[in-house]
């Protein structure tokens, strides 16, 4: 059953209203709507619009940097930053991989992850494999999380095992996400897992960190 709060939360995303989208989750949390329910049906619905409209280049760079803004003003709606629980579970590396410019759902994750008490070390978008390797050596990281809209980042993301056993990383967990990447398997990947939405991806973490599923 459509929730009209809810449609009026993506029509703001996809509109880039930062205003009207914080409004709209405000009168949602209000109504007793969780979190998790908000992001998967109000953002991740307006994301994968978005994305439909990167894919056929049908949008323009104002619209997406606009709807960015209005996706990260709901984010930090539901999770100010200073919240979150001190205690660290592990660290997470990110990268968006070079060619792909796209990072709202980079961006969602890690606000997810640090909320839920991870460290994260964002890498950005367009990042080099060899920028992302060097950073998981110095950090230690407990994943890698490689996000990718454009199908160019896959060669890269298949041969990234490869390059990080190369240099003894080969025990940290590789995950994948994005809506090119999700649609494709681990295995054809090369890659421990891959997630559906971001919550996927936390879950995933929590299961390798030992604290098991939400």
């Known amino acids: 059953m459509s929730n009209p709060t809810m449609d009026l939360l993506v029509t703001a995303l996809l509109d880039g209203d930062q205003a009207q989208a914080i409004t709209a989750t405000r009168n949602l949390c209000d109504a007793g709507v969780g979190h998790a329910q908000i992001i998967l049906d109000g953002v991740e619905t307006a994301m994968v619009q978005l994305d439909a409209k990167c894919t056929v280049e049908a949008f323009n760079l104002l619209e997406i940097m606009l709807a960015g803004r209005a996706v990260m003003g709901v984010m930090k709606e539901l999770y100010p930053p200073g919240t979150r629980s001190p205690q660290t579970k592990g660290t997470v590396v990110l990268a968006s991989l070079e060619g792909d410019i ?13 909320a839920k008490g991870y460290r994260v070390v964002d890498c950005g978008k367009d990042c080099p494999v060899e920028k992302l390797i060097d950073v998981s ?21 298949r041969r990234l095992r490869e390059k990080m056993t190369e240099r003894r990383l080969g025990n940290i967990s590789i995950m994948a996400g994005g809506a090119t990447l999700k649609q494709a398997s681990a295995e054809s990947l090369n890659v421990d897992f891959v ?3 971001a919550f996927d991806g936390v879950s995933h973490l929590e299961y390798i960190a030992g604290g098991g599923n939400e």
């Open 102 to 114: 796209h990072d709202l759902g980079k961006n969602v994750l890690k606000m997810i992850l640090i």
């Open 137 to 157: 050596g110095q950090e230690g990281p407990l994943a890698i999380g490689v996000s990718g809209l454009l199908t160019s980042v896959i060669p890269q993301v």
């Open 195 to 197: 997630a559906e939405t």
